[in-house]
Structure formats: structure tokens, C-alpha cells
């Protein structure tokens, strides 16, 4: 998941200032901007020159993240093939150790005046492996431990917040670490040790929270001594989006841990350690995509792009996996399909399904218009918007002598977010905010003279050169990002689309997301300068008015370009372009189909259901 992604920096450590703030009631944000340039050598007048983004990552929050233990999605963990299918399922423990290390070392690389790692009371402890808890109690054996160590377990599954991470203060108000959260009461979690001495009562010495590497290393004891292998990775994932959740106002949702027969020899320990121990050590790189909240669900949400669907087919595009699969599982089947489509995010998925904030993107997913950052494909590899491609062939196309020339209106869309070989009146500082396609070509004859100036040049995009975070006596410190991931091919899984497809109920095709879509990727361009552009008659149609209502966006809309692309309103009477060739929108959705129903998703939902 890896790739260009920055580390938050270690002011303690480093020879820098610390990082320079903005702080709203609810949460304190890292300031910072991300610059781009065009990488081509040309003789257009716009080699190296740069754009750049401002941006705010989210270093403290006012409020903990509520989480509930009732999470239902993932709750029976399979585990990988060396751990039993009827294992405990601790990914909810081990999600809140891991809240607790990813706190714990930004304090220690962040923490600014007033920062600190406390415990708070009550806790909840017990000594001793008796089983006579009734009710909603949990019971959670950590070994044969000392007090210390006991201490901090007890913290760690307290109802509420058993321990606190702040961050800083700001004129009385403290501001807590991004993954914080409050265990809500409905479920009361005990720490029991096995100390073979009758029960007693936690020792009345006070002992101080551990650092974030030593809590690292308990972690991994508890891990070990349950042989909870992959489910160490799972809720890595899952506390990866705790920070979103508290973005968005919504409560992160685990599966209510379930203890199971402790081995008697846990398999593969030293591999389990050496995985974990490097996962420590790149912590500042979760870190950064943990703490923006826009690059999370812009990552989550771009797994649905498909470069082939434009803006006026992403109802039907989407139609399969929002609105056919089976109910039962459904969010479970949904994360393998993305896992599988690309399996370099597959992990955040599982992650966000374990937390419950894919039912927030696929919310987001089904509006047409999710979520979009362009740090993301930069950050992660994979691509998420038609404008993280640069397109392929020449700008100019003329099909035949008698034809005037047209170009394709993601081309211009582009070309329009290109740095400006000469300064003009039009404003396009910020890409798209939707990542389908626009449909269509548009007039060469009547382009703007930033978009003429390309027509023979070979392909230009904007390329990701670095990070800057702002400190705070106004200098700054540039980070090129992780080195040490190796470029891959397309970030999408090279899978066939033969085989059994799925048999699809006849659910309505709702076109609402195809409406926002095409409505949002048109706007970009009249609301930038140019206003609706002339001898364009796409503009006119009734998914593109500004104050159109549900009849505007009707299907009695005929296409207002009859027998072009252009046309949007109507799909059974628009053509597209689908793996390069032309066909009919019944196909195109038929095609669609096709492609989500690979035949490992056919067994999957075969099995399940």
C-alpha cells in the first residue's frame, strides 16, 4: 500500500522546528503541500513547471472515536492456512494495542507543550483463569505477566478510555492523538493473567504508561501466545481508519473478540516478530495516510474507477455490486471483490469493512461523486480518476479529410489543469472533483488557446515530485516520500473475465450516479472561467443544467447531439468506448458486468450463500 507516502517527521530527533499547526474547535491539522510538475521535455513553454496543493493532516482530535464491539462483518477470522479456522478472534484487542503504539510514538515525535501518555481510572483487572464472568463480560487471557504489564492491559480494555494521549494544548483545550477511542459500555472487557496465586486486586503501586516500542513488544507477546498471525495485520488496517471515522462523525465497529484454546506452540513466531517489528519502524508512513482523511477514502473509494466508463455509464458501472450481490455477507463480499480488483489497497479494505466505514464509502461510491485526492495514486500506486492517466495517441483527431478535427474532452479536461505556457484568465487550480471521464470530444476549432498550443505535442501529465510540511518559524522540510517500495505494473489485478458470470436479478437501474457524475466533471469547466463553451451543444442537455430537478434529469431527455458520443441523458441511445472499441450501452453495461463477475467471486458467493 506503500509508495511515495511521507513520514510525519520527528521534531524530537530531527534538526527542524516543529511542524507549524492550524487548529479549528474539533481537531489540530499539520500544514503542508504536496508540488507537481510536468516531467516531459517540450518546446510547448510548460516543462517543469510545477503546480501545488495545499493540505491538512489531522495531528490531534477534541473527541475520542467512539467504538463498539459490534461489528459483524469478518467476525468468524479463517486466517491464513497455518492458524485454525476456529481460532480467537482478537483483532478488536490488537486493533486497540495498536491504537495505542500509533499514539504513543507520535507523542513521542510530535508531542508538543502539555503532551503526555497518562493512564486514567477505573481500569478493569482480574487475576487469575477462573470462568465464572456471566453476561456481556469478556474475558481476555494475556499470559503470565508482570504487574506492569498487567497494568497497561487493563488501561488498554477499559470501558471509556483507560489511558489518554494527548497531543498538545491550545489555550485550556487538549487535543487528543487521531486514534483515540472510547470503548462504549455495552461490553465489559477483562485483562485476566495467569498467575497461579488466587485472585487479587490490581497492585496499588502507580506505574507509568510503557512507550509506544515497548507496547509494541506486549503486542506481540499477546500475539504470539494466541497465534494471532494475520489478525495482527487485519486490525492494523482497521485502526488505520479510526481517524477517518472521527473525520466523518461516524463510530468505528469491531467484532466482539472471542477467545479460543490457547496453542501450545505458536506456529512461526520469529516470523511473525520480524514482519511486525518492520511494520514499526515504517509507522510514520501509516501514520501520514492514516492522519489525512482525504487520501483514506479517496484510496477506498477509487478501487470502483474503471478508465473505460465515463461519466454518463457509472450507474450502470456500478449497478452490479451496489445493487445485485446477495445481502447476505454482503459488505464481506464486497471487500474480497475489491481485494481482488486491486489487491495493493485489499488490506485497507479489509481494514475498512473490520471498522464499519465501508458502509460510509460505498455511500459515497454510489453518489457518483466520492471523495477525490490527488495525493492518493501518488501515495498509494493505484489510480483513482481518468486525470491520473495521461491519455494515449495524439491530441488532434480528424477521421477523415471532410471531418473537422475533434479531441477527446478528458484530453482537454486535462490539458486545462496543465500549468499555462502563457497567463491567462482561466482558473483551473484544482483537478476534478469526480474521477469518470467526461464523454465525448469537443471542437478544436473552438478550444482555448492553452489547449491548442498541446495539439502536437506528445503526451504531457502532471508528475508527483515531493512533500513539503510547513514548520513552524515558516521554513520548511521536504519529504520525497518512501524509497524503498519498488515500482509494479497497473495497480489493478490482471484477471479474466471468462468463466461463470453472475446471474443478475432485475433490480431498476437507478441513473443518479451517472447524473452527479456527468453534472460534476461539466461543472468543472464552466465554474473555472470559460463559462459554456461555444458551438458546444452538450452544455444544453438536461443532466448539465445547473438548477435541473429529477424531471430535467429524466430519461425523456433525448440525446441533444443525435447520432454522436455527446449525448448524456438517455443511455440506451448513447454509445461508448469500452477496451477500445465502440458498442451500444446495453453491451456496455452487459460488458460491465462481466468484468465484476470473475469466477473467484462466483465460488465465493457460491459458497456463502
Known sequence: ?????????????????????????????????????????????????????????????????????????????????????????????????????????????????????????????????????????????????????????AALVAPGQGWKAVISRNDGAAFLSPWSVSIENNYHIFAKRDTGQPRSKLPERKYSPPSSKKAMELLIDFGVLHNLGSQFFAALNATLTF??????????????????????????????????????????????????????????????????????????????????????????????????????????????????????????????????????CAWTGCLQSFMDTAGSGPYCQSPSSETAPRIQRADVWRLLYLPPAVEDDLRYESPPFSPWKPVGTASVEHSVARIKIHLCCSRHQLEYRQWTWHLRDHSILEDDGLKSVADRNSPFCEVSTEGPILNFTTAPLDDHASRAASYEVFRWVTANGEGHPPNEEIYKDGWLCENGTDEHWSSQHKCVASGSHDGLSTLSEVSSTCNGKVVDSTDCTEHIKSKASIATIQDWVDENT
Open 1 to 153: 500500500m506503500l509508495r511515495r507516502v511521507p513520514a510525519i517527521p520527528d521534531c524530537h530527533r530531527g534538526a527542524h522546528t516543529p511542524l507549524a499547526t492550524i487548529t479549528t474547535p474539533k481537531a489540530c491539522y499539520l500544514r503542508a503541500h504536496s508540488t507537481w510538475r510536468v516531467a516531459e521535455e517540450t518546446s510547448c513553454g510548460v516543462d517543469g513547471k510545477t503546480k501545488t496543493r495545499a493540505t491538512a493532516l489531522q495531528l490531534g482530535i477534541a473527541a475520542p472515536t467512539s467504538l463498539a464491539l459490534t461489528g459483524t462483518d469478518f467476525c468468524n477470522w479463517v486466517g491464513t492456512d497455518d492458524e485454525k479456522s476456529n481460532a480467537a478472534n482478537y483483532i478488536a484487542i490488537l486493533a486497540l494495542g495498536w491504537s495505542y503504539v500509533f499514539s504513543a510514538r507520535l507523542i513521542e515525535m510530535q508531542g508538543q507543550e502539555g503532551a503526555e501518555v497518562v493512564y486514567t481510572e477505573p481500569t478493569t483487572y482480574k487475576d487469575g483463569l477462573d470462568k465464572d464472568d456471566t453476561g456481556t463480560a469478556i474475558s481476555v487471557d494475556i499470559g503470565a505477566v508482570d504487574d506492569e504489564t498487567a497494568r497497561w492491559w
Open 243 to 376: 481517524p477517518t471515522h472521527n473525520h466523518y462523525g461516524t463510530a468505528a465497529k469491531l467484532p466482539s473478540p472471542t477467545p479460543g484454546e490457547v496453542p501450545q506452540s505458536p506456529s512461526s513466531p520469529n516470523a511473525i516478530i520480524t514482519n511486525l517489528l518492520h511494520v514499526y519502524e515504517e509507522i510514520p508512513y501509516y501514520m501520514s495516510i492514516s492522519c489525512n482523511h482525504s487520501v483514506l477514502i479517496s484510496s477506498l473509494c477509487g478501487v470502483f474507477w474503471e478508465p473505460c466508463v465515463p461519466c454518463n455509464l457509472v450507474s450502470p458501472w456500478l449497478h452490479p455490486v451496489l445493487n445485485e450481490l446477495p445481502n447476505s455477507d454482503y459488505l464481506e463480499t464486497v471487500a474480497i471483490i475489491c481485494a481482488i480488483r486491486c489487491p495493493r489497497l485489499g488490506a485497507l479494505w479489509l481494514g475498512a469493512t473490520l471498522s464499519g466505514l465501508a458502509k460510509t464509502v460505498l455511500e459515497f461510491v454510489a453518489s457518483g461523486t466520492p471523495p477525490l485526492d490527488p495525493d492518493a
